[in-house]
């Protein structure tokens, strides 16, 4: 999964571009610059890469999330339909905005049950975010024509599957606005950072405007370009971009390397009777950054994870059903609106409503799943060691 595995003398070279100039933000100072743009360079790259149109850098993930929406026009009193199985950015971002986090059922895709969405649909719907988690991605046609149907926006956090794809597109430019992460653990990182892609020019006209304080940038200068509409700074620097930019060379390489471990790994697994593993709507698009696995039943997981415990090799190996990040069961301060300012009524009843929520579906799936990492640097033997440890350990704990 994390590009910081890879981090060598390519990423130090675009840095040492930036510390020559001195010039560390992104926008202006076109002289004292010497024609270096890490940040525009990168969102050209990001384009060619992942076949959007356009691309907006952010400071983050969550920022982009944050600025998707904003640049949608999602807001107060709007309903967001989202996953129960994600990391906690992405109710954030909703909740930054004003609007309302709806969560709802994941399936055996780990990634937004379509019919959990349908089913969560009201008036104040306006936008379905699926999650593609832990590489590999939810049911998409399902949701476009949910989307469709009903007049959604349908946004994807795709921040956890860079380089993942669907019937032939990447994962984060179907829908009508999609984001990646590039944080420190992403499959490539800038250290920090984020991305909105899409293919609207009006979406993107706003989101780089959003993400530098609503400047309009059409002035001859900073000082002159005008502020149409509110915005914050959710801006990228220079530093951060230089990296991502040696990163985004690198993509289809990791990419190789993920997938290749993955399927060994995964041939190990499989001989072991009783697992199985989530469903993937389209198998060659999983960008292999994790494994996830299913045992029979919640008692077979806690004897598994004791097991790897025991032996050494539980380390990468993610339970979520007991994590504190990425699961609702664990997330008391949203249940318990744990927020240090006001949210707004609609917000506090939903959240509230939380509390008298089940997510027996999910709980079914979840407590009966572990997501392997997959790792950049294991060589073919390690992963055939890895492998042949995790069989035997597998076939002993469930005998
Ligand atoms: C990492 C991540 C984010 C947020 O990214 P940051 O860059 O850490 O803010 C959002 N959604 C998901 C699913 C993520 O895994």
Redesign the pocket.
Known sequence: MPGFEFFGAEEKKEVNDVLDTGILMRYGFDGPRKGIWKSKELEKAICAQFGTSYAQLTS????A?TTAMAAMGIGAGDEVIMPAF??V??FEAVLSVGAVPILVDIDSSLTLSPAAVKAAITPKTKCVMP?H?CGSMADLDALQAICKEHKLILLE?A??SIGGTYKGKALGTIGHAGTF???FV?TITCG???VVMTNDAEVYTKADAYTDHGHDHLGVDRGADLHPFLGYNFRISELHAAVGLAQIRKLDQFLLIQKKNQSILKSYVAQVPGIEFRTVPDPVGDSGSFLSWFLPSQEAADKVILAFKEVGILPGNFYWYANNWHYIKKWMHLKNVQSLNQLNEAQQKALQQLNHTTFEKSDAIMSRCISTAISLTWTEDQVHEKGALFLATLLKALS
């Open positions: 983050s993930g969550t920022a999330l994600t990391f950015a992405s999650v988690m956090d921040c956890q992460s590039f944080d992403k920090e950072g984020g």
